[in-house]
């Protein structure tokens, strides 16, 4: 446990190898035995379907629910960017729900939504850092991990200046611009910090919205460049590539703009645009089992720990800080097939032929394109995908081996201990070890 500026309690969790965005099978977080094995619980996601992100976050809880038959995931996502209620409703879900896992913002008064999840009477655990309230249990991506990875890449261009953009309506904006300050602070450097007044979706009204702000035009005309940029979300950061093209600037060289999420939006703008990817579905995993622990103990909350954080690990370059394409269209489209086929142990030669390549050129492209070897990405993923699928105890580890393309254990213990530099129980044991509430077991 380990204080930090903004936090009350905090407990840092490690990722455990989850590829957010990607295919995904198992979150990294086992029910307790209490309800694994008796008790058949409903828990509901809050959310908007208007954020590109909720639907990351219900895959998590779905596939938490996959592996833990017990346990059955409602979807309660609304229209609305935030919740609409009258101080005194009741949860229209309410009876529908042993407990909720919050993925919301809201800008009107803490106490007004906390006693509006409180009248529902069942546990709640949000996963947003848009929702922080000492009442209520909390779960989300580490702000400072996500600075780190867009410092380090920033810093390593020349960046000559600093600046984080956010939404003054979103908590997370605070927390993300002071780990972005103290970063830097740490490297002997300073960032600039500002919010917008409205609320950046990813619409064509986000251009005006920013144009007619007259601060943030002055500190994109001002800063020294090249100026660094790291936006609150990939629509913020969309926002800010076009008002940057506007004051003339040259993204990429002058302007280097970093989004946070890698939703399709950072994907396919014009230009694209560098973006870290956050596990949501890691945390909503987590969230779900936080839930199910407090319906197991009789609680309505977590007493050992309000905030949990996990770490971003992975920050994906593209135009907006290399002024080039970073993955063409034909290495993206290659990079899907494995996200959904590279862990099941196919011959080369057969996925060269399902993407209508001979063996040799499909592995000169792909080595030319990015940077190494497909058989380096297809033994990466496979581990990641073993690594996510040990640290849940209910799943055998033979049952790991199938899941990755082992038709044998032993084939599968001797890949693992070569990459891994332990066997797949070790490693299980050191998950247990490492995260609360884990069984240490072995199968």
């Known amino acids: 446990m380990t204080g930090r500026p903004g936090f009350a309690t905090i407990q840092r969790v490690d990722s455990i190898g989850v590829d957010p965005g990607r295919s995904w099978s198992s979150p990294s977080l086992c029910l307790p035995p209490t309800v694994s094995g008796a008790q058949s619980v409903t828990i509901g996601l809050l959310g908007s379907i208007r954020s590109p992100v909720t639907s990351r976050y219900l895959n998590g809880m779905l596939a938490y629910a996959a592996v833990h038959r017990n346990v059955t995931v409602l979807d309660l996502r609304q229209s609305a960017e935030r919740p609409r209620f009258e101080p005194t409703d009741l949860p229209a879900w309410r009876d529908r729900v042993d407990g909720v896992v919050l993925c919301v913002g809201y800008d009107g008064p803490a106490d007004e939504l906390i006693g509006w999840i409180g009248r529902s009477g069942v546990p709640a655990v949000t996963v947003r850092s848009d929702l922080i309230d000492p009442r209520l249990p909390a779960l989300f991506v580490d702000p400072e991990s ?32 002071e780990a972005m300050v103290r970063v830097l602070a740490a490297r002997g450097r300073a960032a600039a910090t500002h919010q917008t007044d409205g609320l950046i979706l990813g619409g064509f009204d986000d251009e005006a919205m920013l144009a007619g702000d007259e601060r943030l035009t002055e500190l994109l005309t001002t ?36 989004g946070v999420e890698d ?105 030319k394109l990015a940077g190494h070897s497909p058989a380096e990405e297809i033994r ?61 077991r072995t199968r």
């Open 380 to 440: 990466r993923r496979r581990l990641e995908r073993a690594k996510t699928l040990l640290a849940d105890p209910s799943v055998p580890i033979a049952g790991v081996a199938t899941a990755v393309g082992f038709s044998e254990a032993a084939a599968f213990s001797r890949f693992f201990r070569k990459n891994a530099g332990c066997t797949p129980r070790e490693y299980r044991r050191d998950v247990a070890e490492r995260l609360p509430g884990c069984s240490a």
């Open 263 to 367: 939703t399709a939006i950072a994907a396919n703008a014009t230009p694209s645009i560098t973006s870290i990817k956050v596990p949501c579905e890691t945390v909503a995993a987590r969230g779900l089992a936080a839930v199910c622990e407090m319906i197991a103990a009789g609680r309505m909350s977590r007493p050992e720990s309000p905030i949990e954080l996990v770490p971003a690990t992975e920050l994906v370059p593209r135009e907006s800080t290399c002024g080039r394409r970073a993955e063409p269209s034909a290495l993206a489209g290659w990079l899907a097939y494995l996200d959904e086929h590279g862990h099941k142990g196919f011959a080369m030669a057969r996925i060269a032929e399902d993407l209508g390549l001979s063996q040799r050129a499909f592995e000169r492209q792909f080595q």
């Open 146 to 177: 996500i600075a780190q990875l867009a410092v380090d890449h920033l810093m390593a261009r020349n960046t000559a200046s600093f600046l984080h953009i956010g939404s003054i309506r979103c908590n997370g904006t605070r927390l993300r611009a």
């Open 223 to 258: 800063l020294p460049k090249p100026l660094g940029i790291l936006c609150l979300n990939d629509a913020i950061a969309r926002a800010v590539v076009i008002r940057c093209q506007t004051l003339g600037f040259a993204i990429g060289s002058e302007a280097l703009v970093v």
